[in-house]
């Protein structure tokens, strides 16, 4: 019996009445169906801006971070259902792993960009700030805030679950309530984890929800708040851009789209070197995982024409061990199309690709899907194709066979391999293969201008390369011209598009109160209690100590010298340093960061646990032989990770902003202190 897949808007689940049937992409046999019953998305706008961003608002960036790494570790115990369902859409396990286990990382990865990165509340201080006056009372900067819109996510058929989660994980960690549109094909899985993710009660009410079938007048109801992000073919994403209600508010887009990545086999590298095996490994497996239907695929593969025949024999070899089937089947390493419609599409396009284009290894070849019922699936054959003469083949740099269909052209010299590249007018990945740095040093500048990721293959990148195709949480996605223009993953940056920035000015007093973040010249608090003696929740930002003085001589560089070891001849040659642009001997720049260390530390056990590292340490001036130093300890940013020790204690991260002074009140040392302080419990 046919299942009714149903849309989650408002809160409820909407639709009994079937409408397209959806098949499995293994034997055709229906898995489910789309809901006739129409969206009301007035009703899904409104409940996304009065339910879900208020309860996104009660929430920090911690907690969001925290709320995704639950949700990362749910949906991990419940994956044998995703894998299951996952079958239908004709991926292996291998793939579905890709799919789901990508996605659940991709949540992982998140959290730890929000735990790691932003701080506390909903403000980020992009600083640093800068003095606007000549007397340092009135200064600028620049803050990231929620933007208190919606994000609408429309995603594409081939990555059910990921495509889903790579957008949902940065724009709920920036505080803004989704609703994701999967492709209608393979809809039914995406259907499946947003059930679970629902059932999980980790999410507040309206911060996610789906949309089965068309996204309606949707888009219509959005405004200058809101977010849309669109993974797909370039010609719908062409489409959506120039959307009337996008367009008149000026709405971001961000565009995904399909491109014909490339990857370059350099001309250093000889059939007998590591390098070729990787190459001819690399463009295969592009071919065959997910049966090709990746947006990162490789489309034209770029040779030197002195090793053609050689690397059409040994992908030919490769592919034809390559057994293709029902997933089901332990033997089987690459599935079906996700649909019927996607195999007609496959086979269109390769038939065109096909009139300035030979085959090199097809169909013809023994093509035989293995399984029960396979003759009704989606499944189409590796097909490798050869343009001889790629600079006048234009349909090999346009047309896109979204399937696992790959292109080998030949160039001669480097300088056309990075032109052919270019044709492609601008993909997502690619690859080059070399053993020469100076090969890699000319080419990568040229070609990063029309690819927004490059990977440069060599044996020593291989033992822990990811490969061609793989977009990871940390790094950008996506890239220019025909791949969409977009950006997303990327870590923090995809946050932060998910941001509104603002420039701010005013007093620095005016800018730390807002920002939660103590900036120079802004008022401190002093007090007769140290700041180290202070537990976290009892710290305020400007909490602020100004020390001693210490007076350096000659026997402390002397003694440090001679712990350190460092005996530069700026420190201990009394000649060669007169001649310096100093002018005199001077101390070392650690001893004088020691030193402050020494006139700011409150010795005694406390609530200050750790100190993990220094950011932005600069030495301003020289500290010479009789100056005198003094330094400003004070409280400038605390994050609370909500994390506990051993013993249940509560932890927080507490930034110091350092300024170390001569006798004169000039700045000699700046940088900031990261330390680890524990709570009251």
């Known amino acids: 019996m046919t299942t009714t897949l149903q849309s989650f808007i408002a809160g409820r689940w909407i639709g009994t009445q079937g409408a397209q049937v959806l098949r499995s992409a293994i034997n055709g046999h229906p ?16 409940y996304a801006r009065d339910k879900g961003l208020p309860a996104l608002m009660k ?14 570790k749910y949906l991990g115990e419940h994956k044998e259902g995703l894998y299951a369902i996952s079958a239908h859409t004709g991926a292996t396990r291998a793939d ?12 992982f990865a998140y959290a730890g960009v929000g735990t790691n990165e932003l701080p506390s509340g909903n403000l980020v201080h992009e600083g640093p700030a800068m003095t606007l006056g000549k007397k340092g009372s009135f200064a600028g900067t620049h803050i990231l805030v929620p933007r208190g819109g919606i994000a609408v996510h429309i995603n594409a058929f081939n990555f059910p679950i990921w495509g889903l989660l790579e957008k949902f994980a940065p724009s709920f960690l920036a505080g803004m309530p989704c609703i994701g549109k999967p492709a209608t094909a393979t809809s039914y899985l995406t259907e499946a984890a947003v059930r679970l993710i629902n059932e999980s009660g980790i999410l507040p009410a309206g911060a996610l929800q789906l949309v089965i079938g068309s996204t309606g007048d949707l888009l219509d109801r959005l405004d200058g708040r809101d977010v849309v992000t669109f993974t797909g073919s370039a010609d719908t994403a062409a489409k959506l851009r120039v959307h009337p209600n996008v367009v008149r508010h000026s709405i971001p887009f961000n565009a995904e789209a399909d491109s014909l990545n490339c990857a370059i086999l350099a001309d250093d590298v000889t059939p ?20 090709g239907q990746k947006c990162t695929a490789i489309r034209r593969a770029i040779v030197p024409r002195k090793h053609l025949d050689a690397v059409a024999e040994k992908l030919r070899t490769r592919l034809a061990k390559t057994v293709v089937g029902d997933p089901a089947n332990e033997t089987v390493r690459m599935g079906a199309l996700a649909s019927h419609v996607q195999q007609s599409d496959v086979a269109d396009r390769v038939a065109t690709l096909m009139q300035g284009a030979e085959l090199v290894y097809g169909a013809r070849d023994g093509f035989n899907p293995v399984g029960d019922g396979v003759a009704e699936g989606a499944f189409f054959s590796p097909t490798l194709l050869l343009s001889r003469a790629p600079l006048t083949h234009a349909a090999v740099h346009d047309v896109e066979a979204f399937g696992p269909v790959s292109t080998l052209m030949p160039y001669d010299g480097i300088d056309e391999a990075i032109a052919l590249a270019a044709r492609g007018k601008g993909s997502l990945v690619g690859t080059l293969v070399t053993r020469d740095p100076k090969i890699a040093a000319r080419v990568i500048p040229i070609a990063a201008a029309l690819h927004g990721r490059l990977l440069v293959l060599d044996r020593e990148a291989a033992v822990e390369s990811t490969g061609h195709g793989s977009p990871l949480p940390v790094l950008k996605h996506g890239g220019p011209g025909r791949a969409g223009g977009g950006e ?7 946050v932060r598009h998910y941001l509104q920035r603002a420039a701010l000015q005013g007093s620095p007093t005016m800018l730390a109160a807002i920002t939660g973040e103590h900036i120079r010249g802004a008022k401190v608090n002093e007090s007769e209690v140290h700041p180290f003696r202070r537990w976290y929740e009892d710290l305020s930002i400007g909490d602020s100590l100004l020390t001693h ?43 004088v960061l020691s030193a402050a260390a020494g006139l700011f530390v409150s010795p005694a056990p406390g609530p200050v646990l750790a100190n993990y590292g220094l950011d932005a340490l600069r030495f301003v001036k020289p500290v010479g032989i009789g100056d005198t130093i003094r330094a400003r300890l004070t409280c400038k940013r605390k994050t609370d990770r909500q994390k506990k020790d051993a013993n249940g204690v509560g932890q927080g991260v507490v930034a110091w902003d350092v300024e170390v002074t001569n006798q004169d009140g000039e700045l000699v040392a700046s940088y900031d202190i990261l330390t680890l302080v524990a709570k009251r419990g």
């Open 59 to 72: 929430m920090d960036f911690q907690q969001r971070a925290s709320a995704l790494k639950a949700l990362a």
């Open 488 to 494: 997303e993953l990327g870590g923090i940056r995809a």
């Open 549 to 591: 003085r210490r007076t350096v001589g000659e026997a402390d560089i002397v003694a440090f010298g001679g712990i350190s070891g460092d005996f530069f001849y700026m420190h201990f040659d009394e000649i060669a340093a007169k001649e310096s642009p100093f002018g005199k001997r001077i101390a070392h720049g650690y001893f």
């Open 272 to 291: 007998d070197d590591e390098e070729f095996d990787l190459f001819v490994k690399e463009v295969a497996r592009e071919m065959t995982v997910k049966s």
């Open 96 to 107: 579905s792993w890709i799919d789901i286990e990508g996605g659940s990382g991709t949540l």
């Open 31 to 46: 898995v489910a169906s789309t809901h006739a019953e129409a969206i009301d998305f007035a009703e899904a706008v409104a």
